[in-house]
């Protein structure tokens, strides 16, 4: 298995940058395909949860007023759910961005521990 790729975002105000990282995987995010809403309150992405859970009642609305099949309703629910697995740790750095975290840099590692530990040893 090889390594992923974590960005690392720090305060901006923060006098040990190593101490508050938070390190966040690239790529496609399990959790937030399988749990939408919860892993976004999971997060802190209040806003997001909302949208995610409007979203998804607008699509079970609207199929059940169009009167799609149970098949298509699924369907666009997967595709709702797929969507946010692959943009939810892009949408996790937004946040973060917008509430004054600053991305430090990138980092690789075979697990999130690894990450942390070359991040660490660096130097920050």
Not at 8 to 37: K, M, Q, Y
Not at 41 to 54: G, I, P, Q
Request: include cysteine; aromatic fraction near 10%; charge should be positive.
């Amino acid at each position: 298995m090889g390594a992923k790729i974590y960005t690392v975002h720090t305060n901006g105000w923060s006098a040990a940058p190593g101490e508050d990282a938070i390190l966040i995987r690239e790529g496609f995010s399990l959790a937030a395909f399988l749990f939408g809403p919860l892993w976004a309150v999971w997060h802190s992405m209040w806003r997001t949860a909302m949208v995610l859970l409007f979203l998804a009642v607008a699509i079970i609305g609207g199929a059940m007023t169009a009167g799609l099949t149970d098949g298509a309703e699924l369907a666009l629910l997967l595709s709702l759910q797929a969507a946010t697995g692959i943009w939810g740790n892009d949408w996790r750095r937004h946040v973060l961005a917008r509430c004054g975290i600053l991305e430090r840099g990138v980092v690789a590692g075979r697990h999130l521990r690894d990450a942390e530990w070359r991040y660490l040893l660096r130097g920050s």
